[in-house]
């Protein structure tokens, strides 16, 4: 997916909140394993890295992303001050 598109549907999902609106306290990395981003929807496969999260606001619920889109999403909430 392209950059643009990912930013566009992270913003999106902020807004609808079905993305955590502040940073999670706990992030941690590692291969992908066949999950599903929260962000873009897509696959993270075993080639990839995926950064998985916890949502202190969602009950300590994970959030699995692949790293650009974790990026994009931490940079999402840092512009609105969150």
Known sequence: M???AV????RAKLA??????RRMPRAWGSPGAGQRCDACEETITQQQFA????????GGRAFH???RCFGAWDASIVGTGR
């Open 7 to 10: 930013r566009f549907l992270i």
């Open 16 to 21: 609808d909140g079905a993305l955590p609106q």
């Open 2 to 4: 392209q950059e643009k």
């Open 65 to 67: 992303f692949h790293v």
């Open 51 to 58: 950064m998985t999260a916890s949502a202190v606001e969602r």
